[in-house]
């Protein structure tokens, strides 16, 4: 079993920051599964923000998060990162992290094997 559970979400502004966690946690858990991030906004598919590996190889997902989000984990405190910065109001989704048991990271939501309840982003104008 792996257990995941978000955190950092909440209502900010437009051009705000926020960072979000992924904590991982179970008997099965391994520090070499590969972590993402997706995100749904309200009445859209769940698309992927971006993925980690274990050496801290990013796979960013849509143009329209490059140059504002940054993924990182620390694999000692089995918790993955989302920094984004400059929000916009179309960022505001339920994001979900995820774990893959694999080295590459997915792009898919049919690969991930784990995924958390979510956290709310919501961004205001």
């Known amino acids: 079993q792996v257990q995941l559970v978000e955190s950092g979400g909440g209502l900010v502004q437009a051009g705000d920051s926020l960072r979000l966690s992924c904590a991982a946690s179970?008997?099965?858990?391994?520090?070499?599964?590969?972590m993402g991030w997706f995100r749904q906004a309200p009445g859209k598919e769940r698309v992927f923000v971006g993925g980690?590996?274990?050496?801290?190889?990013?796979?960013l997902g849509a143009d329209s998060v490059k140059g504002r989000f940054t993924i990182s984990r620390d694999n000692a405190k089995k918790t993955m990162y989302l920094q984004m910065e400059s929000l916009k109001p179309e960022d505001t989704a339920v994001y979900h992290c995820?774990?893959?048991?694999?080295?590459?990271?997915?792009?898919?939501?049919?690969?991930?094997?784990?995924w958390g309840q979510g956290t709310q982003v919501t961004v205001s104008s």
């Open positions: 980690i590996r274990v050496d801290g190889d990013v796979t």
């Open positions: 995820a774990a893959a048991a694999r080295i590459g990271v997915p792009t898919e939501i049919s690969e991930y094997e784990y």
């Open positions: 179970g008997p099965t858990y391994r520090i070499t599964y590969a």
